[in-house]
C-alpha cells in the first residue's frame, strides 16, 4: 500500500510540468492525459500553498532591497497632473517627449539605468510640444522626440516589449509591390545598417540589409527609377544607384520586426533554445524608437494555473523565417548593460550574466523570484525598499527647465530605475505570494535586484522529489505498523496520530529550513500527502487488531450512555472509573407540569413536553453540559465531567440564562401549537461530587453522586416560595460572580442539614444589567441589611417599597414577614435564618 501511494504521488511529482506552457509534444495515446493534467493540477495547487509559506517566510528573513527603486505614475500623480496646465501633462497618455525628458532627468540624478514600463507599440496620437529637426522625416515628431531624448544618454535606457505564447501566430500585413530599390549606404558594423534601416522603415518602405563581402549595404524600396531617387534625396543619400529589385531580395528584406529582433536578441551559451517558451506574438515599440540609443527587454509576466506570479520568463524564443532568435526580459537586458557585457552562459541551472552575475534559472528559461519581503509594501514598492511618484520627477524636470533648483532629491545615486504605470488598469496589479495586488514594475525591480545579488530559487530535480515522496510514503506506512500498540487507548491514540504530525511537521519544518537557508525548493505536498495516505491506508489492518475492544466499549456504552459521553469513554477507558471531583449541577421542572397533564390530551402532551426537554438538551450541549436524567418533568444535567473544566460554575449559570430566553422564545409557537404556555424554574449549585459509571449488571448510567445534587433539588423547590425563576447555592455564586450578578434571597435551614444555607438569586450577566435593574438590587440590599440588623419598620418600608415598584416576589415575602416582627419580634438570638418547612407559604400568598 505504501509503495503505491508512494509510487503513484512520486510519478506525478516526477511529471510535474517545467515550464508554464502547456507541452509541444501531446502525449501518448496509452495516457490518460485528462486524468493526468487534473490530478498535477491539484498536486501542484496544494504545492504551490507550501510554497507560498515558504516565501514569506523567507522574505521575512530578507531585507527590502535598494538597487531598484520604482517610479510610479500613480493616482496621485495623475490626479496632480489633471490640474496642470504646462502643455500635455494634463492628458493621458503623456507625450512621449515628456517621457523622455524625465527619462534623462533620472539619469541626471544618477540613476544607471532607466527601464520604461510603458507600452509603445503604436504611433505617438500627441503632437510635439516643441519642433524637433528630425520631425520631417519621421511619422511622428512625438516619438522623434522621444528617440531624440534618449540619444542624449545613449545606453541608459531600456524599452519593454510584450509578448504572447497562445494563439494564432501573427503575421506582418502585406505590403504593396515596390519593384524598385534604392541602395542608401554600406556599412562596416550591423548597428549603424540597422539605424539606416530604421530609417527606411519609418518612410514606410520596405528595407533590405544585403551582405556585400565584409560589409553589409542598406537598400529601400521603391516604385520606379523618380521615386527611387526622390528616397534616396529624402534619406540624404550621396549617389542615386537604383536598381530592379529581385525575387532573392526578400530573404534579405528587414520589417519592423526583423529590426526589433535584430536590436533586442541575445546569444545564449550552453542552453537548448527549442526549450523556451515559444513565442507567437510579440507587440515591440514603434519603428522611430528602434536604435542603438535605447535596449530592449521583456516585460510580459506570467502566471501560473491560479493566477499568481512566482517567476519570471527572462528568455523567450521568437522565430522569423524559420530562425529562432532568443530574446531577454527587461530586468536581464538592464542586467547585462550592467555588467557591460553582451555574453549569456548557461551552465549548472544557473544563467551567467559575463563574469559578474550568475543567477538560477530553468532550461525553460524561468527564473523563480526571491521575495526579499513578506508582503507587498505601501503605495507601489511591492517588496522593493522603495517607490517615487513620477510627479516629484516631472517637477523636477519642469523646475530645471524654469532654470531653477530641483526640489526633490530623489536619492537615485547608483541605482537603477523603473518607471511604471500603478494608476487605472488592473493589469498593472499582479497576483503574488505577497498579495492579489502587487505592481507589476516592483515585480520588475525585484527580479533585477535577484540577478545583481546574484540570488533566486532553486527548484529541485524531480528525482530527489521523487526520492522524498516514496520515502515519506514507508515512513506513514512504517508509523502506522509499529505503533500499533499504542490504540488500545485514547492517550496511545493520541500518541499514535501525534508521531504522524510530528513527522510531518518535521519534513515541513525541515522543508522550509532548506528553502530559507539554501533557496532550495523541495516538494512538500506530495510527499506529505504521500506520508499521510499510506498511514490511513496502513492504519485499517492495525485498527483490525483493536477492533474488538474498540466495538465492545462503543456496543456496551452506547446502550445507555449519551452518545458523547460513549465516544469519549470509547477513547478513554478510564472515564468509566469512579471519581470525586468538584462540579456544578443544575435541577429544573415544569411549574404547574400535575394540573396540565391532567388537562391536555396525552398526544398534546407527549409533543409539548418533547419539544420542553429537546430545547433543555440543546442548551445543555450548546454549553458543554450533559443531561444526567430525565425524572418526570424534572431534568438533571451537570458540568465539568467527562471533560474536566474549571468553568463548570460558570457554563451552568449560562445555560439557565440561556434556557429562560429559549423557552421564552419557544412560548408563542408553542401556544398556537399546544395550546399552552409553560414556566419552568431550575436551581444551580456546586460541590463536590463522585462521578462515574454506576449503577446494576441489569442497568448503569453515567452519573453524579453528593450534596450539591440534592441542595440543588431543594433550591429548585423553593424557587415557588420567593417567586423566583432561578437559584443559586453559595458556592456557584462566589465561582460565577465575575461574569454573572446575583443578590442574596435568604439564609436558609432546610430540615435535616444542621448548617443554613445562602440562598441567591441567579439576575443575569453583568453585562446585561439595566439602570432599572441596579436600582432594584441596590433597595433589596439595603432592605435585606436592615432586615438583619433588626430594623424592622426601616426594613418594611423598603421592601414594601420594592415590591410595588418592580413587583419584586422576594421583597412582598419579606413584607409580610416584617410586619409579623413588627407585632412579634423575634428572640435576642436571632440570627435572621429562616426555617424552611412543610406548607411554607409562597410569595404571593404572603
Request: with cysteine.
Amino acid at each position: 500500500m505504501a509503495l503505491l501511494f508512494g509510487g503513484v504521488l512520486g510519478l506525478l511529482v516526477y511529471l510535474r510540468p517545467t515550464g508554464l506552457v502547456p507541452p509541444k509534444d501531446p502525449p501518448s495515446a496509452w495516457v490518460p492525459s485528462a486524468a493526468v493534467d487534473a490530478a498535477q493540477a491539484w498536486l501542484e495547487g496544494w504545492e504551490r500553498v507550501t510554497y507560498d509559506w515558504r516565501v514569506r517566510e523567507l522574505g521575512e528573513r530578507s531585507e527590502r532591497p535598494d538597487e531598484a527603486v520604482v517610479i510610479a505614475i500613480d493616482d496621485e500623480t495623475l490626479a496632480e497632473a489633471r490640474q496642470d496646465v504646462r502643455p500635455g501633462v494634463a492628458t493621458q497618455p503623456w507625450p512621449r517627449q515628456l517621457v523622455g525628458r524625465m527619462v534623462h532627468r533620472l539619469v541626471q540624478e544618477g540613476a544607471l539605468l532607466v527601464l520604461v514600463d510603458l507600452p509603445f507599440t503604436d504611433l505617438s496620437p500627441n503632437a510635439c510640444a516643441e519642433a524637433s529637426s528630425s520631425s520631417a522625416s519621421s511619422l511622428s515628431c512625438d516619438d522623434a522626440a522621444f528617440a531624440a531624448q534618449l540619444a542624449k544618454d545613449p545606453g541608459r535606457a531600456l524599452l519593454s516589449f510584450t509578448w504572447e505564447a497562445q494563439g494564432p501566430r501573427v503575421l506582418p500585413p502585406a505590403n504593396r509591390l515596390w519593384p524598385y530599390r534604392v541602395k542608401l549606404g554600406v556599412y562596416d558594423a550591423s548597428e549603424a545598417a540597422s539605424l539606416r534601416a530604421q530609417a527606411v522603415l519609418a518612410a514606410q518602405r520596405p528595407a533590405f540589409i544585403i551582405p556585400a563581402g565584409s560589409q553589409v549595404e542598406v537598400w529601400g524600396g521603391a516604385t520606379d527609377e523618380a521615386d527611387g531617387r526622390a528616397l534616396g534625396s529624402r534619406l540624404g543619400a550621396t549617389a542615386h544607384v537604383i536598381e530592379e529589385r529581385r525575387a532573392a531580395d526578400d530573404s534579405y528584406r528587414v520589417g519592423p520586426t526583423e529590426l526589433f529582433i535584430a536590436l533586442a536578441e541575445v546569444q545564449v551559451e550552453g542552453l537548448d533554445a527549442a526549450k523556451l517558451i515559444e513565442l507567437r506574438q510579440v507587440q515591440h515599440p514603434v519603428v522611430p524608437l528602434l536604435s542603438g540609443s535605447a535596449g530592449f527587454g521583456a516585460s510580459t509576466l506570467v502566471a501560473g494555473r491560479d493566477g499568481r506570479v512566482r517567476a519570471v520568463a527572462h528568455l523567450m524564443s521568437y522565430t522569423v523565417r524559420g530562425k529562432r532568435h532568443i530574446l531577454p526580459s527587461l530586468p536581464l537586458a538592464a542586467a547585462m548593460r550592467l555588467a557591460g557585457t553582451r555574453s549569456l552562459r548557461y551552465a549548472d541551472g544557473k544563467l551567467h550574466v559575463g563574469d559578474q552575475y550568475a543567477f538560477p534559472m530553468s532550461d525553460s528559461g524561468l527564473s523563480l523570484l526571491r521575495w526579499d519581503a513578506p508582503n507587498a509594501g505601501r503605495g507601489s514598492r511591492g517588496s522593493l525598499a522603495r517607490s517615487i511618484r513620477a510627479w516629484n520627477v516631472l517637477l523636477n524636470v519642469f523646475d530645471v527647465a524654469d532654470e531653477r533648483p530641483a526640489r526633490f532629491e530623489n536619492d537615485l545615486e547608483g541605482r537603477t530605475v523603473v518607471l511604471t504605470r500603478t494608476a487605472g488598469e488592473s493589469a498593472h496589479l499582479r497576483s503574488t505570494p505577497l498579495g492579489p495586488e502587487t505592481p507589476g514594475g516592483a515585480i520588475l525591480g525585484q527580479a533585477l535586484a535577484n540577478i545583481l545579488r546574484s540570488e533566486g530559487i532553486t527548484r529541485a530535480a524531480p528525482d530527489l522529489d521523487l526520492l522524498l515522496t516514496v520515502g515519506l510514503a514507508f515512513l506513514g506506512a512504517f508509523l502506522a505498523l509499529s505503533l500499533s500498540f499504542l490504540l488500545r487507548s485514547v492517550r496511545g491514540a493520541v500518541l499514535y496520530v501525534g508521531f504522524l504530525v510530528a513527522a510531518a511537521a518535521g519534513y515541513a519544518f525541515g522543508a522550509a529550513y532548506v528553502f530559507v537557508e539554501q533557496r532550495l525548493w523541495v516538494a512538500m505536498a506530495g510527499p506529505l500527502l504521500a506520508m499521510v495516505g499510506a498511514f490511513v491506508a496502513t492504519i485499517r489492518y492495525a485498527y483490525g487488531t483493536e477492533r474488538q475492544i474498540r466495538d465492545f466499549v462503543h456496543n456496551a456504552l452506547g446502550r445507555y450512555v449519551s452518545p458523547d459521553v460513549a465516544r469519549l469513554v470509547a477513547r478513554d477507558l478510564s472515564l468509566m472509573r469512579p471519581e470525586r471531583r468538584k462540579m456544578s449541577v443544575y435541577v429544573c421542572d415544569i411549574e404547574g407540569f400535575t394540573r396540565l397533564s391532567e388537562s391536555m390530551p396525552p398526544e398534546q402532551l407527549v409533543g409539548l413536553f418533547n419539544a420542553y426537554l429537546t430545547e433543555i438538551s440543546a442548551v445543555v450541549r450548546s454549553t458543554a453540559g450533559q443531561v444526567d436524567k430525565y425524572i418526570g418533568d424534572s431534568v438533571l444535567a451537570f458540568w465539568g465531567a467527562p471533560v474536566r473544566t474549571d468553568r463548570h460554575a460558570h457554563l451552568a449559570c449560562e445555560a439557565a440564562l440561556k434556557m429562560r430566553e429559549v423557552l421564552t422564545e419557544r412560548q408563542s409557537a408553542w401556544e398556537k401549537k399546544y395550546g399552552h404556555r409553560l414556566s419552568f424554574r431550575a436551581a444551580v449549585d456546586t460541590g463536590e461530587l463522585v462521578v462515574g459509571d454506576l449503577g446494576s449488571e441489569m442497568k448503569s448510567n453515567y452519573t453524579v453522586l453528593g450534596d450539591a445534587v440534592g441542595l440543588a433539588s431543594r433550591l429548585e423547590a423553593i424557587n415557588k416560595v420567593y417567586g423566583t425563576y432561578v437559584l443559586a447555592g453559595d458556592t456557584t455564586a462566589q465561582l460565577a460572580s465575575g461574569s454573572y450578578v446575583f443578590r442574596v434571597v435568604d439564609l436558609v435551614r432546610f430540615k435535616g442539614r444542621p448548617q443554613p444555607v445562602r440562598v441567591h438569586e441567579l439576575v443575569a450577566r453583568r453585562g446585561e444589567i439595566t439602570p432599572r435593574m441596579q436600582e432594584q438590587l441596590a433597595l433589596h440590599e439595603q432592605a435585606l441589611t436592615a432586615y438583619h440588623q433588626r430594623r424592622f419598620a426601616e426594613a418594611h418600608a423598603l421592601f414594601e417599597r420594592a415590591s410595588h415598584a418592580y413587583q419584586d416576589t422576594v421583597a412582598a415575602l419579606y413584607v409580610g414577614r416584617c410586619a409579623r416582627f413588627l407585632v412579634t419580634p423575634p428572640p435576642a438570638d436571632w440570627d435572621g435564618v429562616h426555617g424552611m418547612e412543610e406548607g411554607e407559604p409562597t410569595a404571593a400568598a404572603a
